[in-house]
């Protein structure tokens, strides 16, 4: 019998049998920190890991080469103030599910960054057109 649940449990099912359960879900632990998540233990956290903070993912830290050029597009470029925000977004829901803070399918969270990579090609293009024209 827990052999069974064992095997049910780590195939990636939901113990109610609906969708697929994530990462974090299936083994337990924070995939960033590797500590054993709280949530599972009535609400109470036991993780005594470091703080989320900065990854240095912010487009500055990503084009250091091209400050002058970011601040030009954040001034003249609707399009860049659009990408500039939603790779914020992205960034930040991807940080909330690797430091076990939100829950995601392993597929969705693959998305979420190849929708970031998408959106830093578009913003180093805009980078080459603004250096360049």
Do not use: W
């Not at 003249?76 to 914020?88: G, K, T, V």
């Amino acid at each position: 019998m827990i052999t069974q649940l064992y095997v049910h449990l780590s195939s990636g099912a939901r113990p109610d049998g609906v969708g697929r359960r994530s990462y974090a879900e299936r083994k337990g632990y924070c995939v960033a920190t590797g500590e054993v998540s709280g949530r599972n233990l009535g609400g109470k956290s036991i993780t005594k890991g470091p703080k989320m903070s900065e990854s240095g993912h912010d487009l500055h830290t990503l084009f250091p080469d091209h400050g002058p050029a970011l601040h030009a597009l954040k001034l003249s470029s609707a399009n860049y103030r659009q990408l500039a925000e939603e790779h914020h977004d992205l960034q930040s829901q991807i940080q909330r599910v690797e430091a076990c803070l939100a829950a995601l399918a392993d597929d969705e969270l693959e998305e979420l960054k190849k929708r970031r990579l998408f959106i830093l090609d578009e913003i180093a293009a805009l980078i080459a057109v603004e250096e360049n024209g």
